[in-house]
């Protein structure tokens, strides 16, 4: 299957900082990218869907301006969490769609957020 | 509403004992039903992909089927290492794309 890199794997920053989240497909071109929250022991939730060259369409509730995402390349999207608050903490996973539009999505390794 | 539910929560096997995960689904146009595996800490790792019901897939232990109105994930014999999360997911009708995840269903397989 597709790859998907996603960095950094961890990261524990302090309250009122911001962390910048990568994900970049390694082997094919990404035109769509898919961000997602997870709680512990709770299912993925979409936080917002990204499309190389535009503005990124987020689901209801997730705050845009708290979220920043950039879908700058094929191959790359970022997910920075601005002004970060202990109750960011989680664990982020970004999926990513290959042109061949098949459905399945591929998914990176996920980044553990915690903010003290 | 499109929604789907994975049962049971949790399920706790012995090794070489067969079962079964529920997936049930009430979706308008459903554009696929994906299967994933989740290990702690980890991305979901793709399964399988059912787009119409009656399909069947298989992959090693595990055999993926389809109805109109809910999926199995049939894990037959199964080893320790099929311990981890198994998640459903369906891509809806419409013009969005997005993958929407059940709850997911924590298997552990005992020696």
């Known amino acids: 299957g597709a790859v998907v890199s996603q960095h950094p794997s961890w990261v524990i920053c302090k309250s009122g900082t911001s962390v910048k989240i990568e994900c970049r497909s390694l082997?094919?071109?990404?035109?769509?990218m898919f961000w997602y929250r997870q709680f512990p022991k709770q299912s993925l939730m979409l936080m917002a869907t990204?499309?190389?060259?535009?503005?990124?369409?987020?689901e209801q509730g997730v705050e845009k301006d708290k979220f920043l995402i950039n879908h700058a390349s094929l191959t790359l999207s970022t997910l920075t969490v601005t002004s970060a608050h202990p109750e960011d903490s989680s664990f982020y996973i970004c999926?990513?769609?290959?042109?061949?539009?098949?459905?399945?999505?591929?998914f990176g390794e996920g980044s553990r957020l915690t903010v003290l | 509403e499109d929604q789907v539910t994975q049962s049971p929560e949790a399920l706790r096997l012995q090794e070489g004992e067969s079962s079964s995960l529920n997936c049930s689904y009430t979706?308008?146009?459903?554009?696929?039903l994906f299967w994933y595996r989740q290990d702690p800490g980890k991305g979901p790792e793709f399964l399988f992909t059912?787009?119409?019901a009656g399909e069947e897939k298989e992959k090693e232990r595990l055999k993926a089927t389809l109805t109109k109105k809910e999926s199995f994930l049939h894990i037959t014999a199964p080893k320790p290492e099929d311990s981890a999360t198994y998640l459903c997911?369906?891509?809806?009708?419409?013009?969005?794309?997005?993958?929407?995840f059940g709850t997911g269903t924590l298997l552990a397989v005992q020696p």
């Open positions: 979706v308008s146009g459903l554009r696929g």
């Open positions: 082997d094919f071109q990404a035109t769509t």
């Open positions: 990204s499309n190389e060259g535009s503005k990124a369409t987020y």
């Open positions: 999926s990513a769609r290959g042109t061949a539009n098949t459905g399945e999505l591929f």
């Open positions: 997911a369906f891509r809806g009708g419409g013009a969005t794309n997005k993958l929407i």
């Open positions: 059912l787009y119409s």
